[in-house]
């Protein structure tokens, strides 16, 4: 049997592959049957005197709702009737309608406008979602709150009607915040008065007493009421703070947290004093 000399040249294959300009007229449809089809044809293809004879066709189904039972066979044999070939469909901009398609061997002949919106799909997307979390504390109005000590709120309150997302920073300048909802993970809630949160605490900043500049020490007898479960990330009044870590090392911290029944927090000369809202 014969054999290629060695070091023979490789024979390349003649003839390319490469895209093209053609022109494809473009049939759009809605229900994607062969009696919608039939109508179009008859009414659009049949009385233009042979323009369209032998002329390959796409159906352009971006309106049709189901292409599972698309039967693209009859369709084509539609098209023949009418002396049309179909090629394919166009309009197909994401993958489960093209798997749907090529599955069942019916050829998508997007145009390129198609194609850029398909790739579109493609690409990972960052989809933010605020979902409403309803606060596990019942607010009974008028709200009244038992704590150990009569509180004075020297001025104005801001009231907040909804949870705190994580994150989010809310400052009440020159007064007090009551916030009716929950606070997520790194929220950050600046008040230069008081703070009362009617709800949970999820390591989140509370800054009660906050000075207004340098020159002002704060108001070192704002309070700080959280009637949830308290898990904060930084607790401070009038500048004196104690970090997450800290807190959860106190041990006089997790006997408040243990009696499950919110927490007062105040400034007992430069030490942060935590008292159960329920003794």
Avoid at 47 to 67: H, I
Avoid at 182 to 193: C, K, N, P, Q, W
Avoid at 207 to 228: E, F, K, R, T
Wanted: net charge negative; aromatic share 6%.
């Amino acid at each position: 049997m014969d054999s290629a000399p060695t070091g023979s040249k490789k024979v390349i294959p003649l003839g390319d592959i490469s895209h093209t300009g053609f022109s494809i007229a473009v049939i759009k449809i809605r229900e994607g049957t062969a009696a919608e089809l039939e109508s179009i044809l008859a009414s659009k293809i049949d009385g233009s005197m042979g323009t369209w004879r032998n002329s390959p066709v796409v159906l352009n189904v971006e309106d049709v709702g189901n292409l599972n039972s698309f039967d693209f066979l009859t369709l084509q044999s539609v098209c023949r009737e009418h002396e049309l070939f179909l090629i394919g469909v166009t309009g197909v901009v994401n993958e489960d309608r093209a798997e749907s398609l090529t599955r069942r061997r019916i050829p998508v002949v997007n145009s390129s406008r198609y194609n850029r919106i398909r790739e579109s799909n493609l690409k990972p997307r960052i989809i933010t979602q605020f979902i409403e979390v309803k606060v596990p504390v019942p607010i009974i109005k008028p709200y009244e709150v038992q704590v150990p000590y009569e509180v004075k709120v020297p001025g104005p309150v801001k009231i907040i009607r909804r949870n705190v997302r994580s994150g989010e920073s809310i400052s009440a300048q020159n007064s007090s915040i009551a916030i009716y909802g929950s606070l997520g993970s790194h929220a950050r809630i600046i008040a230069s008065h008081h703070i009362f949160v009617f709800g949970n605490v999820n390591e989140a900043d509370l800054c009660a007493g906050a000075p207004m500049d340098d020159d002002d020490p704060g108001m070192a007898d704002s309070l700080i009421h959280v009637q949830g479960n308290f898990n904060p990330g930084v607790v401070a009044i009038a500048g004196n703070y104690s970090s997450g870590e800290d807190l959860y090392n106190d041990p006089l911290l997790t006997a408040v947290r243990n009696k499950n029944r919110g927490v007062v927090i105040s400034l007992d000369d430069t030490n942060l004093k935590y008292q159960s809202v329920i003794d």
